[in-house]
């Protein structure tokens, strides 16, 4: 484990979770949780810079300026803009090419509120996924549901409630057990790994 930059087996890594492409191709965007940082490593020569993140904090800012606590999930949209939910400051960041990290729904504060993207409160969201539509679909693990943040910045449930259990359903009547990561199949459908009840559910 550590923190270093560098070309291949001299870059290191510390606990690094979810991991994206870049829209050309060229780059892989890590979620290097242990760090508290963002990573880009170019495919073509194994070279790893960091992007964004330093020490452990809530900060927007650019590069070593912003600050993320363990970043867990990670997505990229069509435009190169990079999706990050910073798990333990349950909070949805947006992060450019350039390495401007933002803070795009939830905030420091842990809980449970759907509404507009600052009145949104999550608990230790893990994965999410971009649509093509720009619909943000969020594994919020804490609080035991999948969540979307539609194109216009508004903050729903899609599935779950605040009771931990395995149940089949429309709506809040599903529930999961640690839902952690979250895809979207051909149908446009949202798959789920449910990871605590051992199950992929659609």
Known sequence: AGGADGVGGAARFDGPYGLAISPDGRALFVADGGNHKLRRVELATGAVTTLAGSIIGFANGKGSAAQL???QGITVDTAGTIWVSDGYN?????????????????????????????????????????????????????????????????????????????????????????????AIDILGDVLVADANNHRIRR
């Open 90 to 182: 349950h909070a949805i960041r947006k992060v450019t090419p350039s390495g401007m990290v933002t803070t795009y729904a939830g905030s420091s504060t842990k809980g449970y509120n759907d509404g507009l993207l600052d009145k949104a409160l999550f608990s230790y969201p893990r994965g999410l996924v971009m649509t093509d539509s720009g619909d943000l679909y969020v594994a919020d693990r804490g609080n035991q549901r999948i969540r979307r943040i539609d194109s216009q910045g508004v903050v729903t449930t899609l599935a779950g409630n605040k009771n931990i259990g395995f149940q089949q359903g429309h709506g809040a009547v599903a529930k999961f057990n640690n839902p952690c990561d979250v």
């Open 69 to 71: 606590h363990r970043p």
